[in-house]
């Protein structure tokens, strides 16, 4: 079968539009129609090379469809199930999996690009191997992707939603409720309010953090950050920030979030917290950035460092969760979704993404 994608062929190159044959569907392989995918700075840090990935590649990793076929080795899904794709396809073998924390495995293939057997998802018309990214590439219209990477949700869902779900709703969300675990009346800061940090202020609102407050260097996303539950708004480059904090939650914050990956913003997290409070790392740097940290201070304070990944979330739990808070509407995911373009706009959506402009770019894969 064959699938129109965008191929990324060399990093900071524009993408190109190609169609590309996909795997059969065999074992327990699924192929997905796909509907939507967000555009999420992680695939601008590969676009862009800060990451290096093998190419040419389909990028694209926050993506909902509808599932078309199965193969024989399937047992949860069916053609026509409705479904929003896991960047994590856990083994469900290894400790950290059998342990419940499909979000640490150790055997997945996602993070090599590739279908749990070895093998690429697609190849060019000459038969040469094309990388899926995260064992997705949901920059086209069409994808096959293992059983693990494909989970049910509600049709009553728009596409546009459940493809939020599969990256920055679930690492948002999941930071607070999964991996910070913020309680009511916990005072929090997210540092970056783009589509993760959006996702942050959403999960702090849902379980009664307060104060809220929101950093950004863009006034158009702190007034977003308002409508979301933020009830203080801070310029990221004001001076002041540390005190600043300090006296809206009393002694610095018991939650510290940061969805960006700077290293300056990464170093600050800890001074914004209290004592006892957590610095939560869930941005992802450019290979090779470090940061530094000033050990007296975390140890005197008790203050804790966290890092998450994928919101601490196991997808075939947390998806169908957050469909449902969203349905009931203690959710508003639909304040998440900006432009809405179509898929060979993917480099003008970067172009907003590097650029801080709107919200998240939502690319309708149906036209
Ligand atoms: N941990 C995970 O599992 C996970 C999952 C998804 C994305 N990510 C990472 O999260 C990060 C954020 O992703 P995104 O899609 O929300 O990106 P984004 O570009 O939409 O948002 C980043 C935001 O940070 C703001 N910003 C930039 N510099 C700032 C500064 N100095 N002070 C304050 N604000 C500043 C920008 O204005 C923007 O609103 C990326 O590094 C991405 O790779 C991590
Ligand atoms: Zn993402
Ligand atoms: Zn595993």
Known sequence: MTTRARVLTQAGAPTVEAPLELVEPSGD????????????????????????????????????????????????????DHVALSWYAQCGRCRPCRQGSAWLCTGTRS???????????????????????????????ATVVPEAAAVAVPGDVPARVAALIGCAVTTGVGAVLNTARVRPGDSAVVVGCGGVGQSILLGLSLVGADPIVAIDLSDERLEHARTLGATHLLRGDDPDLVAQVASITGDGADHAFEAIGRAETITLLPSLVGRGGQAVLVGMPAEGVRASIDPFDLADAGKRVLGCNYGSSVPAVDFPRIAQLYRSGRLPLDALVGAVRSLDEVDEAFTDLRNAVGLRTILDLTT
């Open 111 to 141: 993070t090599s690009h590739l279908l749990p057997d070895g093998r690429t998802s697609l190849r060019d018309a000459h038969g040469a191997p094309v990388h899926a990214f995260l064992g997705l590439g949901t920059f086209a219209d």
């Open 29 to 80: 392989l699924v192929r997905v129609r796909l509907t939507a995918s967000g555009v999420c700075h992680s695939d601008l840090h590969v676009a862009v090379g800060e990451w290096t990935a093998p190419l040419p590649m389909v990028l694209g990793h926050e993506g909902a469809g509808v599932v078309e076929a199965v193969g024989p080795g399937v047992g949860t899904l069916r053609p026509g």
